[in-house]
C-alpha cells in the first residue's frame, strides 16, 4: 500500500509515546534499579555503598533464602502440575453440559477467579478454621483428627496450594473449554465411526488436540506462581511466616522490615533471573515435546 | 452425537455429569459457607455443628463492618483506581498496540519484541524499586502512585495488536480512498470495530485492578486511602467473635465483582481468553 | 458392496420435524444422490444412516442387518465430511490406520489396506503428512482414503466438495465418478448443487420440505420433473415457468402466455386444471425470423459454446433464452423466440405434471 | 487548627477505648488542635509501615509504641527524642512514671517516647466453669494458682468437668506466647539475654522447663491446640474455654459483653504461679515521635503533638477501662482507679513485672520475637521436643 | 465518466516484478474487466490504479490527470472490495456518508446522494441497518452504494461476487449489468472466473506472467484466443489442445493426432511450425456414425441440456467432447468424435495461432 512514511513516522510517535513514558517510568527505570542497587548496601530508600557480588555471596549460605527458594519451588509444583490437571477435568465435564446449566455450572466454578486474594483467605481461613472451620466439623464427624492447615509446617503450604488452586483454576479451566469448543464436533464423530472408544477418544484425540492450550496454561500458570505472596503473607498473618517464606516475601521482609533495600533486590533479581529462565525453557521444553508429537 | 448419548454413551455421560455437578456444587461451598456465616450473629458463628441457614439471620455484622470500618472510603479508592488504571491502561495499550499493528516506523520490532519479553517478567520483583519511584515522586498514599506501577499491562497490547493484525487491510484502504486521517482510522474505523476487544479488556483489567493486592498493600500507610482488597483484612474489630464480621467486610469486597461477573458471565469469560490471548 | 433399506423413517428435533415417512431402497454399488435446498433434511437422513443422529421411527437396513439401533461404529459405514474431519493431529497414514486399530486389525494388513488405498487415490507421497500440509483437494482425497480402508458396506459423501474451489471441484467430481466405477461400491452423496447430482448420480433423491419429492436416474429428474418444485430446482439457469392458460381440445391443445401469444402443445392430456407452462432455456431459442413470441433482450451473456440471454416479454414476464455459440444479440434488441415443442412441461394446479417428451 | 496525624495499631477492645480518647480530646481542643488518627494491623504490619514510611517521609506525626523495641527504633534512627524541655512543656516529669517503665523508653540516656500504660497479661478465668468443676475458691478466684502441680490438677478437673478447653492459648502465634513463656522462664529466675549471649548458662533449660509445662497441657488436652489469637478470645467468651491466658487489653472485651449481657460472670487474676516466683511478662504502650526523613516537623505542629501526648497521659484513667494500667502515677494513685475491677484484681502483679531484655534485637515484631515464635508453635503443639527447641533458638538467635 | 490510461506501467514488490511494461487505454463508460489466472497480477494493477499501490514506472493517467503520484483519496475514483470491507459499527448510511464527510460535504447534499444510491440500488429500506444484518447480496449492493455516492470518475471492482454463493453470484452478475448499462460509468472489473468475464466485460484484459496476453472483446476472446494460454484459460470445460504433425500443401493441410487419426484444417496457412490443434468442447461431438475418430467414453456428465463427454482416445490421450441434450452415452461406451472444421484452432511452437474462423 501507499504510504507517506514521514507522516506515518510522526503518528507512531505520537501513539506510541504515552505508553512508552509510562512503560520506561514504570518499568524499564525500576528494573535497571533493582539491579543497580543490587550490588550496594543501600536501605529501602536512600543511596549505599557499592559492596559488589557480596549481597549475592551472601545468599548462598542464607537458610532463609533455601528456605524461600525451596518453598517457592515446592508450592510451584503443587500448584501448577494438579492446577492444570484439576482444570483440565473440570473443563472436560463442564464441557459436556449444554446451555444454562452448563452457564451456571461454569460460574460456580469460575467465580473464586474473580474474587480478590483477601476475600479468597478470608473465605478459607473461616472454612479451614482449626476450632470453628465447617471442614473440621466434617473431619470430627468422618472421624478424623483436626488439621491445623495454616498452622502447620507440613501443611501450610499444600493447603495454601490447594486454596490457590481453587482461586485460580477459573482461568485455566476458560482456557481449557476454549480449547474444547474449538475442536470441531466432526472429529469426534469421525472418531465414533471409527469405533474410538470414550478413552481412546480422549488419549488419542482430545488430549493431543489440546496439548497446545495445555501447554499456556501450563506456563502463564508457571510464571503466576513463581511470584506467589499475597496468598502466603496473608495465610502467615498470626502464624509462623518464617517457616513458610516465599522469595517475594523474602525480597518483601528484607526491604520493607528489615529496611535492607540492596540485600532485597539481590533476592529480586534472583527471582527475575528464575522467572525469565524457568519460562524460557519451558517454553523450549514445551515446544520441543510438541515436535516429537509430530 | 444424539444417537450416541442416546445409546451407549449414556450410563457413563450420566455419571460424569452428575460429578461434575456434586464438584461443582463443592467447589463453590465455601462461598455460600461465607456469605452464610456473614449473616449469622456471633454465637451462632461458632456452633460446633454445620447450619446450613442461619437460624437468626442478621445484618449486624453488615451494619457494624460499615460503621466502625472505612469501607466506604476503600470502595471510592478501589473504584477510582480500578477504573483509573483501566482506561489509562486501555487507552495506552490500544494507541500502542495500533502503531505496532498498522504503522511502519523506526524500532517498531524491537518495540515488539520488549513488549513481548515484559510479559515474562515478574512486576513482583520490582517491588522494592516501584516503592522507592512512587516515594521519590511522592505519590505513596495516593491514587496515581497506587496506578503507577499497575499501568504496565503487555499482554493487552499484545490482544490489541494481534486484533488490529487480523482487521482485514481492506477497511484501511477503504478508508483510506474514502480520505480519512490515520487518526480518523483508527478512532473512527480501528477503535469502534473492536468496541468488543475493549470492552472485554477493560473488564479483566478492572477485575485485575481491583484486586490487586501486593502493591496497594505496599504503598498505601493511610487506613482512608487503602484499597477495598487491603482494607478488609485491617477488620479486626473489638469485641469477642469477629469472624462473621470479617467474612461480611470480604463479602462487601467481593460482590462488585461477583455481581459484575454474574451480569456479564459472558463478557467475562470471553475477555479471560482473551486476555490468554485465545480467541474465544 | 451392501444395500442399504430405509422405511418410514422419522426424526424430530425437539417439535421440529426434519424427516417426515422415507421410504428408500438402495442397491448395492449404487451411487445415490440425496439433492435438495438448504435445510431440506439431506445431511440430517444421511447422518440418521451413519448413526450420529438417531431413528424416532422406521428402520433402517444395512446388508441385511437391522441396524437403527447400532452404534455408529458397528454399522460398517464409512463417512466423508464436508470439512473432511481429518485428525489435525496425526499424519495421513496414523488417520487411515485409526478406526482399524480401533478394532484390532493386524498391523501389518492394516500397512497394506493404507498401501492399496493410497495407491487408488494417488496419495503414497503424502503418508507422512499432517492434515495442515496438504492442498484442499488432497485432504478431500485422504478423507476418502480414511474410509477406503475401512472396507465399509457403503461410503457416505456430505457435500464433500464443498470446501473446494470451482476449478478443483470440477476435476474431484470426474475423480469421484471415475474411484465409484472402479470400487463399485454402494455410495450416498449429499449435495445441494444439482450439477453434482446430474453428473454423478445413478439415482438422485430428490428432497424437499422433509419429505422425498422424487427419485429417478439425473435423466429422469432433468427430463420428466415429478413437480413444479424439482423443474425448477433441477438445471441452470432454472426452467422458465410461465403461467398460462389452457385452450382447446383433443390433440389441438393451446397455451396462451400472458402476453397473448400461443404455444402449441402436441399431445398434452385435456381437461386438467394446466396453469403453468414449463421450457428449459435450451428449448426457449432466438430465431431470426418467423411468428414466434416476440421479446426484448435485457441482459446478454455469452458463455463461449452458447448464449444467455435474459429477456421481457411485452406485458415484462422476465424469460430467459438460449442462442447458439457467440450470440450477436444486444441488450435491447428485440429477438423473437421459439418453444421447442418437444420439449414442453404442463404443471397444474394439484401439483401434477406433463412432459412432452 | 493543627491536625495531629495519628497512627496506633490498637485494633482490639482498647482500640474502642482510644478512639473514645481521641474523640474527648478533639471535643476539648476544638478549633486548635484535631488527631487524624489512623489503626494499622497490629505488629509486623504496623512496624514495616513505620519503618518505610518514616524513610520517606510518610511517617505520622505521633504513634503509639512499645517500649520493648525503642532500643531496635532508636538504631534504626526514626525516632525522635524526646527532651527534657519537651518533658516540661508537657507538664510531665520523670519521676511521674516508674522507674522501670522509664528505663524501657530511654536508650543510652536518651528519652525517646513516653509511656502510656503498662499491659501485663493475666489469667482470665469463667467462673461459671469454674464453680461447676469445682475449682472456684470462695474469694471468687481460681483454686491451685500456686504451683504447677495445683494449676494442672485445676486444668484437670475442668476437663473432668467436661470443658472442652481448660485453657485457652494462642497456640498458634508464637508471638503471643512469647509473653507466657517469658514469664515462665522469668518465674524460674532465668532471663533471656547476659551480656552479649542469648540463654547463657541454665537459661536454655529453663525455657525448655517452660516450654515442656505448655507442652505438657497440650498433650493431656488440657489447652487448646493450634489455636490462633481470635480463636481464642472466641474459645473464651464463648464459654469453650474456661481459662485464657491473654493481655489485659482484652478487658474491655469482657466488661463490654458482660454489659450487653452476652457474658458469664468473669474474672481476671494475675498469671499462676508455676515454678518458683510470681513473675509476669509486661510491656509499655507509649507515645513517639517519628523522624521523618526530609520533613521537618514545624514547632507548632511538634507543641500540638506534646500536647497531644500530655492530655492522653493524664487522662489516663479512661485508659486504664481498656485494662491497662496506666503509666501516669498521679491516675494510678487516684481512689478511682483502686476502685476499678478486674484492675485492682490483679494491680498486685506489678510488682512481679518484668519487661523485654533491652536489646536492639527485642521488642515487638523484632528479631527476637521472630526467631523464638517460630520454634514455640511447634513445641507448644507437640510436633517439637523442647530440648531441641531450645537448642535451635539459642543457635538462631546468637548467630545473628 | 472518465478514460483511464497506464503507459509502460511496471511494478515489483522487492526483488519479483508483478507488472510489467503495461499500457492500457481505457474509454469513458466502457467496462473492462482484468481477467487473468490467480497472482498475475490483476489486483495489483487495480490497486495501483485506485493508489493503494505505488507505480514504479510509467504514466497514470485519470480523466486526463497525471495522477501517479495523487493519494488515494485524490485520484476520486471508487474501490468495491473483495470481502465488501463495510465499516461493520456504522449503519449503511453512515457507511456511505463516511467518505463524503471526511471531504467536509454539505450534510443535505449527502443525505441528497445517499437517497438517490439508494433508489438506484433498492436499498432504502436497509439504510439504518448495520452490514451484520445483511444478506450477502445485500452488502454487495451496499458496497456499491458506498462508490455511487462518490460520484468518482471511475469504479474499481476486485472480485466482487467470488464471497457469494453461486445463485447469488449468477444473478448479481446480471444486475451489476444492467448497473453498468443504466450508470454508463468507466468501470474496471477484476476476476480470475471467465464466466464473469465473458458476460460482463465490453473488454477484457488478460493478463499472465506481469503481462497482457490479450485484449478484446469477449466474442473476441473466445472465437481467437491469441495464444495457447488464452485459448485454454477462456472457456469451461476448457478446449482441447492435442499434439498434432500437420502435413500436406495448399488447402489441402491435415492434422494427424497421436492417434493416427487424421483432421482436415481447411485454409490454415502451410510453412508455419504448427504443434497443436485446439478444439473446444462443443466443436467435438459424438456422432452414432461415420468416418471419425473414435474413443473411449471415460466419465459422462449429463448437465441437462448438454451432456460432456470425457474420452480416451485410442492412444490414451484425454479429450473432452460434447452431445447434445441428455445423452444416452455410457461410460466406457465407444464412441465416434466428430471435429467441426469450422472451429478449429492451431497453435505454432513460437506462440503464434491460427483460427478457423
Ligand atoms: N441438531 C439440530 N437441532 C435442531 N434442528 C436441527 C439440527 N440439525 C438440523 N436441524 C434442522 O433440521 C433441518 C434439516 O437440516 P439438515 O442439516 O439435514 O439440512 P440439509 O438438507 O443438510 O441442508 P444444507 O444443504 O444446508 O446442509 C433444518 O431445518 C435444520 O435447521
Ligand atoms: N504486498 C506484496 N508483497 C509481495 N508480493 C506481492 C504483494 N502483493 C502481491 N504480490 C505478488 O504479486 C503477484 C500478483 O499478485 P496479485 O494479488 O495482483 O494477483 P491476482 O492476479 O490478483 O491474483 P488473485 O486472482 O489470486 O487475486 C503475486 O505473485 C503475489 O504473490
Ligand atoms: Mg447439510
Ligand atoms: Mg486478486
Known sequence: MLRNSRTERLVALVLVAPFLAIYLLAFVYPTVQMFRISFTDAPLIGAGRWVGLDNYLRLDNDPMFRRALWNTAYFVLMTVVPGTLIALLIALGVSRLKGRFQAIVLALFFLPYILPVSVVYLIWDWTLNFQFGIAMHVLDWLGIPRVPVFKSRVWFLPAVAGVTIWWTAGFSILLFLAGLRSIPVEIYEAAALDNSTRWTTFRRITWPLLWPITSLVFTIQLILQLKIFDQVYLFSIGGRPNDNMVLVYYVFQKAFQQNQGGRAAAVAVTLFVLVVVVSVLQFQLLRFAERRRR | MNAMAAQRWNFWGGIITALTLVWAILWAFPLYWGVISSLKPDDEVIRPYIELWPETPTLENYISALTTTQIGAWYVNSVAVAVGVTIITIFISMLCGYAISQLRFPGRIVLWWLILASFMVPTSALIINHFVLVANLGLLNSWAGIMLPQLIHPVIIIVYKQFFDQVPKDFREAAVMDNASEFGILFKIYMPMNWGVTTALSIVCFIWTWNAFLWPFLSVTRTEMMTITVGITQVNDAFGVYYARQLSAAVLAGLPVALAYLFFQRRVTEAITLSAGIKG | MAGIALSGVSKHFGAVEVIRDVSLDIQPGELVVFLGPSGSGKTTLLRMIAGLESIDEGTLTIDGVRSENLAPGRRNVAMVFQNYALYPHMTVAENMAFGLRNIRVAPDVIGQRIAEAARILEIEALLQRRPSQLSGGQRQRVAIGRAIVKEPKAFLFDEPLSNLDAALRARTRVELAELHQRLKSTMIYVTHDQVEAMTLADRIVILNNCRIEQMGSPVDVYARPASRFVATFVGSPAMNILPVTVSGSGDRLNARLTDGSLVELPGAPVNMDWRELGVRPESLTVVAEGNETSATATVVERLGERTLVYARLADGTQVTAQDRGLSSVKAGDAVRLKFDTAALHLFAADGSAWHAR | ?400
Open chain 4, 1 to 400: 487548627e493543627e491536625t495531629v496525624t495519628w497512627w496506633d495499631f490498637l485494633g482490639g477492645g482498647d482500640g474502642v477505648r482510644m478512639k473514645q480518647m481521641i474523640s474527648d480530646f478533639n471535643t476539648a481542643h476544638a478549633g486548635k488542635i484535631k488527631i487524624d488518627a489512623t489503626t494499622l494491623e497490629w505488629g509486623t504490619p504496623f512496624y514495616a509501615k513505620v519503618q518505610t514510611s518514616a524513610a520517606v517521609g510518610e511517617a505520622p506525626d505521633v504513634m503509639t509504641y512499645h517500649a520493648s523495641r525503642i532500643p531496635l527504633a532508636v538504631s534504626q534512627d526514626i525516632l525522635e527524642e524526646i527532651t527534657a524541655e519537651d518533658m516540661s512543656k508537657m507538664g510531665l516529669s520523670a519521676s511521674d512514671f516508674a522507674q522501670t517503665t522509664m528505663g524501657a523508653v530511654t536508650v543510652d540516656g536518651k528519652q525517646y517516647a513516653v509511656p502510656l500504660d503498662t499491659h501485663p497479661i493475666v489469667l482470665y478465668y469463667n467462673r461459671v466453669l469454674l464453680k461447676k468443676a469445682g475449682v472456684l475458691g470462695d474469694d471468687g478466684r481460681p483454686v491451685g494458682m500456686k504451683n504447677k502441680e495445683e494449676f494442672t490438677a485445676t486444668l484437670q478437673k475442668l476437663k473432668d468437668a467436661g470443658v472442652e478447653f481448660p485453657l485457652g492459648s494462642v497456640t498458634a502465634d508464637g508471638n503471643f506466647m512469647y509473653r507466657t513463656i517469658y514469664s515462665l522462664v522469668c518465674q524460674q529466675g532465668g532471663e533471656l539475654l547476659t551480656g552479649n549471649e542469648f540463654l547463657a548458662g541454665d537459661n536454655g533449660k529453663k525455657l525448655a522447663n517452660a516450654l515442656a509445662v505448655l507442652q505438657g497441657w497440650t498433650k493431656a488436652g488440657l489447652q487448646s491446640t493450634y489455636t490462633d489469637y481470635p480463636a481464642t478470645v472466641a474459645l473464651f467468651t464463648s464459654g469453650k474455654a474456661a481459662m485464657m491466658i491473654n493481655g489485659v487489653w482484652e478487658v474491655p472485651t469482657m466488661t463490654d459483653l458482660a454489659k450487653q449481657g452476652k457474658l458469664f460472670d468473669w474474672g481476671a487474676v494475675e498469671i499462676p504461679v508455676i515454678f518458683d516466683k510470681p513473675c509476669t511478662y509486661a510491656d509499655s504502650h507509649s507515645f513517639a515521635i517519628p523522624k521523618n526523613k526530609g520533613k521537618e516537623i514545624s514547632p507548632e505542629k511538634r507543641a500540638a503533638v506534646l500536647e497531644v501526648i500530655s492530655w492522653m497521659d493524664k487522662h489516663s484513667l479512661f485508659w486504664a477501662t481498656a485494662g491497662h494500667i496506666p503509666a501516669y502515677k498521679p491516675v494510678t494513685e487516684t481512689a478511682e482507679y483502686k476502685a476499678m475491677e478486674p484492675n485492682a484484681t490483679y494491680s498486685t502483679l506489678t510488682a512481679n513485672m518484668i519487661f523485654d531484655p533491652k536489646s536492639t534485637k527485642a521488642g515487638v515484631a523484632g528479631p527476637i520475637f521472630d526467631i523464638m515464635s517460630n520454634y514455640f508453635v511447634p513445641t507448644l503443639n507437640g510436633e517439637m521436643d523442647p530440648g531441641e527447641a531450645v537448642k535451635s533458638i539459642k543457635e538462631e538467635l546468637n548467630s545473628m
